[in-house]
């Protein structure tokens, strides 16, 4: 699973909106919407905001991009 998957996943796990996402985060809803469909791959900054406030492991955040670099 890549990072915008896991974005996804923990929010709609959440219900959480884009908006509610963008009011935790300070990240706009509309770059957590690119983020999530793939358009945009966050900073490393907005990265671990993100997975801070959805509780997702960065570690395994870390691995999965890593990944993906090193397939390519």
């Given at each position: 699973m890549n990072f915008s998957e896991m974005?996804?996943?923990s929010r709609a796990k959440l219900g959480w909106s884009y908006r509610k996402l963008s009011s935790e985060t300070g990240i706009s809803h509309s770059?957590?919407?690119d983020i999530?469909?793939?358009?945009?791959t966050?900073?490393?900054e907005n990265a671990v905001?993100?997975?801070?406030?959805?509780d997702i492991d960065i570690t395994k955040?870390?691995?999965s991009t890593y990944q993906a670099q090193l397939r390519d």
């Amino acid at each position: 699973m890549n990072f915008s998957e896991m974005v996804k996943e923990s929010r709609a796990k959440l219900g959480w909106s884009y908006r509610k996402l963008s009011s935790e985060t300070g990240i706009s809803h509309s770059h957590i919407r690119d983020i999530e469909n793939g358009k945009y791959t966050p900073s490393f900054e907005n990265a671990v905001k993100l997975a801070s406030t959805l509780d997702i492991d960065i570690t395994k955040v870390i691995v999965s991009t890593y990944q993906a670099q090193l397939r390519d």
